[in-house]
């Protein structure tokens, strides 16, 4: 199983940089794991940006082969034993999973339709930046669960 990651802009903090390069770098031992990095829209208008944002998430994935997965504060809460069982159900059905970190204003209602999934890591609102550090971290987390590494203390 392949896992792609799209995010909106770029990391400027070295220490997020830093802490993603650790998670990334334990991840290939797990899984082939990719970032995709999109442009922020430059427009007024709310409702374009989450349309352009998402439209460019939507050319990018090959739903025939690739579940998306919204990763949004109103989705679907699960705690790590429940997203490693997610990740465990995903793997026996040979499908690539591509995670999306939502920009600013969230997702448009096409991408929305056409997701699979959309799960909250918090009730709290962070920034996208914080996120790809959090999410990696949490996806590694799930992979020892699953491997029942010492990683997670229940």
């Not at 090959?62 to 034993?81: C, P, Q, W």
């Not at 890591?121 to 029942?148: A, D, N, P, V, W």
Request: charged content about 30%; cysteine-free.
């Amino acid at each position: 199983m392949k896992i792609k990651l799209f995010a909106t802009g770029k990391i400027s903090a070295k220490y997020l940089n830093d802490g993603i390069g650790i998670y990334l770098n334990r991840l290939k031992h797990y899984t082939n794991i990719e970032i995709i990095e999109f442009g922020e829209v430059k427009v007024k208008n709310i409702l374009e940006i989450k349309n352009l944002e998402s439209k460019k998430i939507i050319d990018k994935v090959n739903f025939g082969k690739e579940d998306l997965i919204l990763l949004d504060e109103k989705g679907k809460e699960l705690n790590s034993i429940q997203f490693s069982d997610f990740l465990q159900k995903k793997m026996n059905n040979s499908k690539d999973l591509v995670f999306v970190i939502g920009g600013a204003y969230g997702f448009s209602d096409e991408i929305k339709e056409k997701a699979l999934l959309q799960i909250a890591l918090s009730k709290m609102t962070f920034s996208h930046q914080m996120i790809r550090l959090f999410f990696l971290e949490q996806l590694y987390r799930g992979f020892t669960i699953l491997k029942g590494e010492p990683y997670h203390n229940e």
